[in-house]
Nanobody
C-alpha cells in the first residue's frame, strides 16, 4: 500500500521561507514523476513543481526563481524549498507521485496548509 506523508506547512510572513517534505512508502516501481500541487478553496488544483526520477524539473511560472524542488530517489523523498513567499502562495499543498509506463500509478498525499500572512 502506497502512502505519501507530507510535512513542513505552516504560517509564515510575506518574504519568508518554508520547506515542505514528502516521503513515499510502498512504491515498488521507479521511473516516476514526483511533484507538488496546490489548491485554494474554490479554485482548481494547480501544478507548482515537478521532478522526474532522472532529475528533470518543471516549475509553474508563478514560482519560478523562488521555489526549488528536489528529490532523493533512494529515500523516495521529495522536497520543496519555498523562498520569498507572498500571500498568493497561500494554499493547501499536495504531494503527488505518478508513473505513466506500465504498471501505471497516481498517488496523492493528504495535503499540508501553507499560509502567508502578516
Amino acid at each position: 500500500q502506497v502512502q505519501l506523508v507530507e510535512s513542513g506547512g505552516g504560517l509564515v510572513q510575506p518574504g519568508g521561507s518554508l520547506r515542505l517534505s514528502c516521503t513515499a512508502s510502498g512504491l515498488t516501481w521507479g521511473g516516476n514523476v514526483m511533484g507538488w500541487y496546490r489548491q485554494d478553496p474554490g479554485k482548481q488544483r494547480e501544478m507548482v513543481a515537478t521532478v522526474t526520477s532522472g532529475g528533470t524539473v518543471d516549475y509553474a511560472d508563478s514560482v519560478e526563481g523562488r521555489f526549488t524542488v528536489s528529490r532523493d530517489n533512494a529515500k523516495n523523498t521529495l522536497i520543496l524549498q519555498m523562498d520569498s513567499l507572498t500571500p498568493e502562495d497561500t494554499a493547501v499543498y499536495y504531494c503527488n507521485v505518478r508513473r505513466k509506463m506500465t504498471p501505471t500509478y497516481n498517488f496523492w498525499g493528504q495535503g499540508t496548509q501553507v499560509t502567508v500572512s502578516s
